[in-house]
């Protein structure tokens, strides 16, 4: 199917030869802030990935006692829970042990090691440290807090806030899209048997699901509960229009109705877009009496994906029109599987421009919301809780611009690799 | 006309409804006792008949909503338990076992014993009192098994060094434990998954709280007891003022810079604004706020060039224009931050949509007759390439209203944003869904006058034509 398509564009730019993914990357190549965009991005995604290694107040190795250890690696085992450490370690900063040989990562810091020598200290200031290699390059905030390992966190938290919240938006963003672009107003027929037995299905799921878990969700482990609840729901919705599917064939009301879904899925993308976002942001994470980063990420997600949805319905609407689409439905395959396989396939190419300044708004979002100190736990270090300390010390200038750089870039990147790609993928 | 626009009005009742229903479940979400009475460890409770006054002023006694869709082992009456903690750990006890009635006799055993102490004769027990009836307050709170237990335990050692205080309390103590265990040994768990559907009618919390808010009435703030209306009226004057003013300048640079680019469409002045452009739009409008703020209002730097905080303070008698100049004096990095995002947005907008009127046959036409590069620009080509921008006014005056929350609190500026926050940190929940509320009607009817806009400029939108 997309082999005709990219015949088709292909003439056009004198590429015979080259599938649509590949005229799409040829494409995106041309536009050079975009592809230098795109590398940056891979450096950012690896000191996201591998911060701990660059910049961390443990060595990567040293020899204490004649024993050698890997601090670093043995973080990672103890933060998965398979390890434990050993007392001195436990007691003694990193600095107070005798080291035989040692080797420290690039930043012998990490973001919420307190230097209280040196708090405060600019880049360009003396600095009272033993050597170069203790320097603070881009100076400490008040508590003596690297920078430059605090935007190394920063990166991580941020980059990790735009794919949870990017994948939970995509998810509802793109079945909710499909189904509105695909069936439109008028493609949608139901039967009243099975209005009806979904009418039944949904109350009764919403209260097996949820309602009569009440104890369980509110005492248990929320995330783990919501999800377990969201199964029940699931298996209850699909039991019922099971029943329907076989009671469809015995009993004779086949007269049904057609369902407007795009109606009501728009109408519901219009409410969502009438609150504005980042009041309902504040006053949903304010609620939550353990504050955690993740509880942001994934409501970031729930609010955003409207947009998405609306780019999806705008490329189903016009590939549901193709002929391709038009001959499966001809050959008799079920609604489901055109959607799946034939239809969504050739949206999900451009689904990811969505995604692109999704993510650049998620990091803004969240920047904000650290910024003001809403819903997030004290002592979490992001670039926006830097930046909010540099409302308190006008002399810090250093504290005012790095975090905000950091910021802007990250959004500018992703921006521009959104822009490079609707390039990429202009239709016109 | 008018019959688009009341279709239109009447499209947006059902979305208001629903974003009632959204901030007011929200609101009931919320942490902290209104009433302003005892939880946790809070050994002072305020009397019974204050914390009741509180809840009914508040409207708080009534059912939440027209009805309740729950588990059968939840009576219909829980609602009437107007102590919040106490109703919750009571609807968290049925929660775990189901089994009402055995529940409602356990409360009814503490408030006995509770009453049987406080009617004690002064002389008796002082000691024993002192710590036993704390703890029944508290156990009104509990519902988990080994904290409650923990209590009694406590109870008991208590009652064992005050054998006066025991032989009158005695029996009634026993009577309440033995109702406890009757709860654990006689569950009846299987009424929570048998569903159970309990009608209120009008006279409840959501019926209220909406029909306060069509009145203008926003409830009461819990720190205050101030009006939230007043206090919100007075922060969206600010609000407006400073956003009205962001929106006009925005407005007033961006169209002449997006026609002027769209003309020299690929020349040097174009490319530079582009770039330039996309970078303004990234830029995060806080991080800006706060780098003004550092370099511009302090000593610091050597460019002390504008006050840092708040709209400046008019002094009595000052004349119309020096209001005017303190005010516009306080306004310029406040609405400079606001303003040059959508700055930013509608250039590119007004740009994208020039480029596109230009390259219609009839702008050839119009060249090809003769006329001036300025009349076919902006005789005939403006007009139409306003559309698209004046329907951006619907999404830019609701973007620039969140934004001003960062702005404000930055600023220091007594508008909607700062009040929610600071309602936020100090759990004034009123505030802040009155404020959510007022946002999203507010942002409805920027949809609906864009709208409308929109069908007074072009016929086409309001017959109905596609």
């Not at chain 2, 032989?167 to 569903?195: H, N």
Request: include cysteine; glycine fraction near 8%; aromatic fraction near 14%.
């Amino acid at each position: 199917m997309s082999q005709e398509k990219a015949e088709n564009s292909g003439k056009k730019n004198n590429a015979v030869g080259l599938n649509y993914r590949q005229l799409v990357r040829r494409q995106f190549g041309k536009n050079r802030m975009a592809v230098w965009s795109l590398r940056f991005l891979w450096v950012l995604i690896f000191v996201a990935v591998f911060g701990s290694f660059l910049v961390n107040e443990r060595p990567l190795y040293c020899k204490i006692d004649g024993e050698t250890y890997f601090p670093v690696f043995k973080q990672i085992a103890v933060d998965l829970g398979l390890d434990k450490w050993e007392s001195k370690f436990v007691t003694n900063d990193w600095d107070d042990h005798e080291y035989e040989s040692v080797v420290r990562p690039l930043v012998p810091y990490s973001y919420n090691t307190q230097d209280l020598k040196n708090s405060f200290v600019g880049p360009f200031d003396e600095q009272r440290v033993e050597s170069l290699r203790w320097r603070h390059w881009l100076g400490t905030d008040n508590l003596g807090r690297d920078v430059v390992a605090g935007l190394v966190h920063g990166t991580r938290i941020a980059l990790l806030t735009g794919i949870i919240a990017m994948s939970i938006a995509s998810l509802i963003g793109i079945f909710f899209g499909a189904v509105a672009g695909y069936f439109g107003d008028d493609k949608l027929k139901v039967s009243w048997l099975r209005i009806l037995l979904n009418v039944v299905g949904l109350v009764l799921a919403i209260f097996y699901g949820f309602l009569s878990r009440g104890y369980a969700i509110s005492e248990g482990k929320l995330g783990w509960e919501l999800i377990k609840g969201v199964f029940i729901f699931s298996a209850i919705m699909w039991v019922f229009n099971f029943v329907a599917k076989l009671l469809e064939r015995f009993v004779s009301i086949k007269k049904g109705i057609r369902f407007p879904a795009d109606l009501l899925i728009m109408r519901l993308i219009e409410i969502m877009n009438s609150i504005p976002a980042l009041l309902l942001l504040l006053s949903v994470v304010a609620l939550f009496q353990k504050p955690s980063i993740f509880n942001v990420m994934v409501i970031i997600g729930l609010i955003g994906w409207t947009g998405i949805a609306r780019f999806v319905r705008a490329e189903l609407m016009r590939i549901r029109n193709l002929e391709y689409i038009q001959a499966t439905r001809a050959l008799g395959f079920k609604e489901k599987y055109i959607i799946l396989r034939h239809a969504l396939p050739n949206a999900l190419g451009p689904v990811l421009i969505s995604v692109a300044f999704g993510i650049a708004n998620a990091v803004l979002i969240e920047a904000f919301l650290s910024f003001l100190g809403i819903g997030l736990p004290a002592d979490m270090v992001t670039w926006g809780t830097m930046l909010n300390e540099a409302r308190n010390a006008f002399d810090a200038w250093w504290i005012a611009l790095f975090p905000g750089l950091a910021i802007f870039v990250t959004v500018t990147l992703f921006n521009l690799i959104g822009e490079g790609l609707t390039d990429a993928m202009d239709t016109r | 006309m008018l019959r688009y626009i009341l279709k239109r009005i009447l499209l947006f009742i059902p979305t208001l409804i629903v974003i009632s229903f959204l901030a007011f479940g929200l609101s009931k979400c919320t942490p902290g006792d209104p009433g302003g009475g005892y939880g946790g460890d809070d050994e002072l409770k305020i009397s019974e008949r204050d914390y009741r006054q509180a809840i009914e002023r508040l409207g708080l006694d009534k059912p939440v909503f027209y009805f309740d869709f729950t588990a059968k082992a939840y009576p219909d009456t829980l609602y009437r338990i107007i102590y919040k903690y106490k109703r919750e750990a009571a609807g968290k006890l049925i929660g775990q076992y189901g089994n009402w009635p055995q529940i409602e006799a356990y409360y009814h055993g503490i408030e006995a014993l509770q009453k049987q102490f406080v009617n004690l004769p002064d002389t008796v027990g002082k000691k024993a009192r002192a710590k036993v009836l704390p703890e029944l307050n508290l156990l009104e709170t509990d519902f988990k098994d080994p904290s409650i237990l923990n209590r009694f335990r406590r109870i008991e050692n208590a009652l064992a060094a005050d054998s006066t205080t025991t032989d009158q309390i005695q029996d009634g103590y026993l009577t309440l434990r033995s109702s406890y265990e009757t709860i654990k040994t006689a569950p009846t768990r299987r009424k929570l998954y048998v569903p159970a559907f309990y009608w209120y009618g009008l006279d409840n919390q959501y019926h209220h709280w909406a029909s306060d808010f069509l009145k203008g009435d926003f409830g009461e703030s819990y720190l205050t007891g101030q009006p939230v209306a007043d206090k919100i009226w007075s922060a969206l004057k600010w609000t407006l003022l400073i956003n009205g003013v962001a929106i006009l300048v925005a407005y007033l640079f961006s169209i002449p810079i997006g026609v002027y680019a769209a003309r020299r469409q690929g020349k040097p002045f174009d490319r530079i604004t582009s770039v330039i452009l996309f970078m303004l739009h990234s830029l995060p409008s806080f991080w800006v706020a706060t780098l003004l703020i550092v370099f511009f209002t302090t000593p610091e730097y050597g460019m002390d060039w504008f006050p840092t905080f708040g709209l400046g303070d008019i002094p009595d008698g000052a004349s119309f224009w020096d209001v005017i100049r303190i005010r516009a004096w306080h306004m310029v990095l406040p609405v400079f931050a606001l303003s040059y995002g959508s700055l930013a947005f509608i250039s590119r907008q007004m740009r994208g949509s020039m480029v596109d009127v230009l390259r219609q046959d009839y702008i050839r036409t119009a060249k090809a007759k003769g006329l001036k590069e300025k009349t076919v620009v902006w005789r005939h080509g403006f007009r139409n390439a306003l559309f698209p921008i004046i329907t951006m006014f619907a999404s830019v005056l609701p973007a620039s209203i969140a934004g001003s929350v960062v702005i404000e609190v930055i600023f220091n500026i007594h508008g909607m944003g700062k009040v929610v926050v600071d309602s936020i940190f100090r759990d004034d929940w009123p505030v802040v869904y009155a404020v959510l509320m007022l946002a999203s009607v507010l942002t409805v009817i920027g949809i609906l006058l864009a709208d409308i806009l929109y069908a007074v400029i072009d016929p086409r939108v309001r017959l109905g034509k596609k």
